[in-house]
C-alpha cells in the first residue's frame, strides 16, 4: 500500500472538487459579512463584481478554512464540558448596511445571568500576545447589533493548542468607524468606483498573499 501516493492522488482530486465548487457559485456578492471588517476594500470590491473572476483556491487555504470551521465546534463543546452555557451561533438582525454574519456563540456562565459574546479564533503562533484589529471589529459589530455590552476574543495556536482570551468591551465610538468603513465600500460599489492598492500592503506578505485577487492588483490582469 502506497500511502503517500493515495493522498497525493487524493488531495489533488480534493482540490479539484472544492475548486469547481467554489468556481461554480453565484458571481458576484450581493451583502457584506461581518468578517468583511477592516479588510482589503479593493479585495472587498472585487468580490462583489460578476465580470471578475478569482484565481481558484489552493488545497492549503481550503484545508484552513474547514479547521476554523471544526475547530469553533470543538471549543464550544470543551466550553459547555467545563460549566459555561453555550447558545449556539445567532444571525445578526437584519440592518441598513446588509451586513450579514453569525457570533460563534453566546456564553453564559452558572449561577451568573451576564452575556458574553465570544468570538473563535485559530492562529497560526505560538503565543498570542494581543488581538488583532480586525478581529476585534468583528466581535465590536457582534456586539452592537445582538446588543450586548461584553464580548471575549478567544484564540487557540494552531501550534500548541494553548488558549488565549481577551476580554472586550462595547465601543460606541470603535463601533461606528467600523460601520464607517462599510458605508465607503458601499459608496464605491455604487459609484463603480476601484479602491485604490493599500500602500501599506506588499504583495508577498499578509494578507495580499492569500488574496485570490492578487493578479488585479498586482499581476497581468492588474485593474
Same mark, same amino acid.
Given at each position: 500500500?502506497?500511502?503517500?501516493?493515495?493522498?497525493?492522488?487524493?488531495?489533488?482530486?480534493?482540490?479539484?472538487?472544492?475548486?469547481?465548487?467554489?468556481?461554480?457559485?453565484?458571481?458576484?456578492?450581493?451583502? &457584506?459579512?461581518?468578517?468583511?471588517?477592516?479588510?482589503?476594500?479593493?479585495?472587498?470590491? &472585487?468580490?462583489?463584481?460578476?465580470?471578475?473572476?478569482?484565481?481558484?483556491?489552493?488545497?492549503?487555504?481550503?484545508?484552513?478554512?474547514?479547521?476554523?470551521?471544526?475547530?469553533?465546534?470543538?471549543?464550544?463543546?470543551?466550553?459547555?464540558?467545563?460549566?459555561?452555557?453555550?447558545?449556539?451561533?445567532?444571525?445578526?438582525?437584519?440592518?441598513?448596511?446588509?451586513?450579514?454574519?453569525?457570533?460563534?456563540?453566546?456564553?453564559?456562565?452558572?449561577?451568573?445571568?451576564?452575556?458574553?459574546?465570544?468570538?473563535?479564533?485559530?492562529?497560526?503562533?505560538?503565543?498570542?500576545?494581543?488581538?488583532?484589529?480586525?478581529?476585534?471589529?468583528?466581535?465590536?459589530?457582534?456586539?452592537?447589533?445582538?446588543?450586548?455590552?461584553?464580548?471575549?476574543?478567544?484564540?487557540?495556536?494552531?501550534?500548541?493548542?494553548? &488558549?488565549?482570551?481577551?476580554?472586550?468591551?462595547?465601543?460606541?465610538?470603535?463601533?461606528?468607524?467600523?460601520?464607517?468603513? &462599510?458605508?465607503?465600500?458601499?459608496?464605491?460599489?455604487?459609484?463603480?468606483?476601484?479602491?485604490?492598492?493599500?500602500?501599506?500592503?506588499?504583495?508577498?506578505?499578509?494578507?495580499?498573499?492569500?488574496?485570490?485577487?492578487?493578479?488585479?492588483?498586482?499581476?497581468?490582469?492588474?485593474?
Amino acid at each position: 500500500m502506497n500511502i503517500q501516493n493515495s493522498l497525493n492522488i487524493g488531495i489533488r482530486k480534493y482540490d479539484e472538487l472544492r475548486n469547481e465548487k467554489y468556481k461554480n457559485r453565484p458571481k458576484g456578492r450581493q451583502y &457584506f459579512y461581518v468578517s468583511d471588517a477592516l479588510k482589503c476594500k479593493r479585495m472587498l470590491y &472585487f468580490e462583489f463584481q460578476e465580470d471578475i473572476e478569482p484565481e481558484k483556491l489552493s488545497v492549503d487555504l481550503l484545508g484552513r478554512f474547514n479547521y476554523g470551521n471544526e475547530a469553533q465546534d470543538r471549543i464550544r463543546n470543551y466550553m459547555r464540558l467545563g460549566g459555561i452555557y453555550v447558545e449556539d451561533e445567532i444571525s445578526l438582525p437584519s440592518n441598513k448596511l446588509n451586513i450579514h454574519g453569525r457570533c460563534d456563540g453566546i456564553l453564559t456562565e452558572k449561577g451568573n445571568d451576564e452575556k458574553s459574546i465570544v468570538e473563535i479564533k485559530t492562529i497560526n503562533l505560538r503565543e498570542v500576545k494581543q488581538p488583532m484589529k480586525e478581529h476585534i471589529a468583528q466581535l465590536q459589530l457582534y456586539l452592537h447589533f445582538l446588543k450586548v455590552e461584553k464580548g471575549v476574543l478567544l484564540y487557540e495556536s494552531k501550534h500548541t493548542n494553548i &488558549f488565549y482570551d481577551f476580554p472586550i468591551k462595547y465601543d460606541l465610538i470603535q463601533t461606528n468607524e467600523i460601520l464607517h468603513y &462599510f458605508e465607503t465600500v458601499a459608496i464605491h460599489l455604487k459609484n463603480k468606483d476601484i479602491p485604490l492598492v493599500n500602500q501599506d500592503y506588499v504583495e508577498d506578505k499578509y494578507p495580499c498573499n492569500f488574496c485570490t485577487y492578487i493578479e488585479h492588483c498586482y499581476g497581468e490582469n492588474k485593474k
